[in-house]
């Protein structure tokens, strides 16, 4: 039974990611510091639904903890490590900047330096489509320049991207780095719009609306995003002998065994139809609080998810009013109302 390391693991990815891979029959050690940014009840829930497979065992690491973290790795012996953990938030990231550095820079080395001693078959750590910052040049494609970060998470983000690359280069060890679009579905975020828009909405209170409503976001599906992750671990990269193997839009660098997969719906959604889609399905109307664009925020976001398809044959495509509705669904019970 493969054994696989996933950080994060009480987060909401991480949580239905490892789900996916008890299901498969890993078996799986999550990682997660369970840090209160927010609301950590939902981190223990999600913990203890995991801990009802005999499969999964967690430990209570913060990542920054070389030591401590090393320790856990050790008596695991992974096979495969997905690195999900991280300080995540983006408009977080403007008030508390060096919490990111910390976890995401400094947490995602140790990270790399496990997976280094472990030898392991295939590290996958997320990135974000924050990375592409201000790019307009749409839909994105993984060899486009991300040189533009706009926020300190976007920043350490593509710091995670660079130091996975040199450790790939340096000690062949095969990585992939995922470049999320805005991930939504049940357990999801609470700092994240679909949750905020739901519980105003379900409380008569009013949505915030960034840019008058002329914002664009690539939605991802939960249930999509994990089965590309897990369609991912067997797509290892592997070092070309020549830049002549690289096939034209593949990520795949020329010196290492290392590539960047986009994970998106490759379909960007107008921010105002999204909420006139939550206000269907919950059959309230909202009240709108328009606003002026928010400092380090993106107009748009869209995917070329093209390189995952071609190299899992798969794509995500969940519509989005079904996902809306899954995840009503889930919050209403969740939340009794
Ligand atoms: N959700 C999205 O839309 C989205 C989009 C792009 C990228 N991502 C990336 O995907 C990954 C997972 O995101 P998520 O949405 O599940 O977020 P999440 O906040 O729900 O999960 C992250 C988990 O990491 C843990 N964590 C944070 N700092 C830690 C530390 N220092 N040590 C140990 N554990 C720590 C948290 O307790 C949390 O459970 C992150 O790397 C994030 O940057 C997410």
């Not at 981190?43 to 030591?67: C, N, T, Y």
């Not at 494609?141 to 996975?164: L, R």
């Not at 839009?249 to 921010?271: C, E, F, K, Q, T």
């Not at 998810?305 to 044959?313: D, E, F, I, K, R």
Request: charged residues 20%; hydrophobic residues 45%; glycine residues 8%.
């Amino acid at each position: 039974m493969t054994r696989v390391m996933v950080t994060g693991s009480a987060g909401f990815i991480g949580y239905h990611l490892s789900r996916l891979l008890l299901d498969e029959g890993m078996t799986v050690l999550g990682v997660d510091g369970m840090t209160d940014y927010y609301d950590v009840c939902l981190k223990h829930k999600r913990h203890q639904m995991l801990l009802q497979s005999p499969g999964f065992s967690a430990e209570e690491v913060m990542i920054e903890d070389g030591a401590a973290l090393d320790a856990v790795a050790d008596g695991f012996a992974p096979e495969i490590i997905i690195h999900l953990a991280a300080q995540a938030g983006v408009r977080y990231s403007l008030e508390n900047p060096r919490l990111y550095v910390e976890t995401n820079v400094v947490g995602t080395f140790n990270v790399m330096e496990v997976a280094r001693r472990h030898a392991v078959r295939h590290l996958l750590m997320a990135s974000t489509s924050s990375v592409y910052g201000a790019n307009g040049d749409m839909p994105y494609g993984e060899t486009h320049k991300a040189d533009t970060p706009m926020t300190i998470y976007a920043a350490t983000k593509k710091a995670g991207e660079a130091m996975g690359h040199s450790y790939a280069h340096l000690w062949d060890l095969p990585t992939t780095m995922f470049r999320f679009f805005t991930v939504y579905g049940p357990w999801g975020r609470p700092d994240m719009a679909l949750f905020k828009f739901v519980a105003a909405m379900l409380e008569g209170r009013a949505v915030d609306i960034y840019n008058h409503g002329e914002m664009f976001r690539d939605f991802t599906y939960v249930d999509d995003l994990v089965r590309a992750i897990r369609l991912l671990i067997d797509a290892v990269p592997v070092r070309p002998e020549s830049t002549d193997e690289i096939a034209a839009g593949d990520s795949l660098s020329p010196v290492a065994p290392y590539r960047i997969v986009n994970i998106g719906n490759s379909n960007s959604v107008r921010l105002l139809d999204f909420v006139e889609a939550i206000e269907a399905e919950l059959g309230v109307s909202a009240k709108r609080n328009l606003m002026p664009m928010q400092k380090g925020d993106v107009p748009a976001t869209w995917a070329d998810a093209s390189l995952l398809q071609s190299l899992t044959g798969y794509r995500p495509q969940t519509d989005i009013r079904d996902g809306i509705a899954a995840f009503v669904r889930w919050y209403r019970a969740y939340y009794g109302v």
